[in-house]
């Protein structure tokens, strides 16, 4: 009796385990105190990038803006991961170089979707017994490079 009680202890003790999540972080995460070094019309690109790190992505079009992108996931066995936390915060400069504002905004206003279509390749793409049937007959002694010929 007490076997089995050990051992539906244990099995228990392992799909609680199971059960635990799994914490990631994705993108550059800011905290809220980090941005307080930042001071609009003080900071120069050059600060902001040693308090903060590299931006995730810089404005294409104007060039003036730095995306500082982040969240926290949360990931419980096989389900789908959820975010718990996300930031993001815009930094503009103006043509000198200063911090001219510094914008946030939160998952529920300003959403960043990643585009999910693939990209196609063309050829063939052969079954594991085509792969195997096609390269009967390939093999070739590998060529020693010292030998001389002639």
């Not at 404005?59 to 730095?66: T, V, Y």
């Not at 585009?115 to 096609?134: C, M, W």
Request: hydrophobic share 35%; glycine share 8%.
């Amino acid at each position: 009796m007490k076997q089995i009680a050990c051992l539906l202890f244990f099995a228990i003790l392992g799909l609680l385990s199971a059960c635990t999540p799994t914490l990631s972080t994705h993108g550059n995460f800011v905290e809220p105190q980090m941005m307080e070094k930042i001071v609009p019309g003080k900071t120069t690109k050059g600060e902001v990038r040693l308090a903060l790190g590299p931006p995730s992505t810089e404005g294409f079009l104007a060039g003036n803006e730095w995306y500082y992108i982040g969240e926290h996931m949360e990931t419980v066995s096989f389900l789908d991961p959820k975010v718990t936390a996300y930031r993001l915060y815009v930094i503009d400069f103006d043509e000198k170089g200063y911090v001219k504002s510094v914008k946030t905004s939160d998952q529920k206003t300003h959403k960043i979707e990643p585009i999910k279509r693939k990209t196609p390749t063309y050829g063939r793409d052969p079954s594991v017994i085509a792969e195997f049937l096609g390269n009967i007959g390939r093999y070739e002694e590998p060529q020693d490079s010292r030998r001389r010929k002639g």
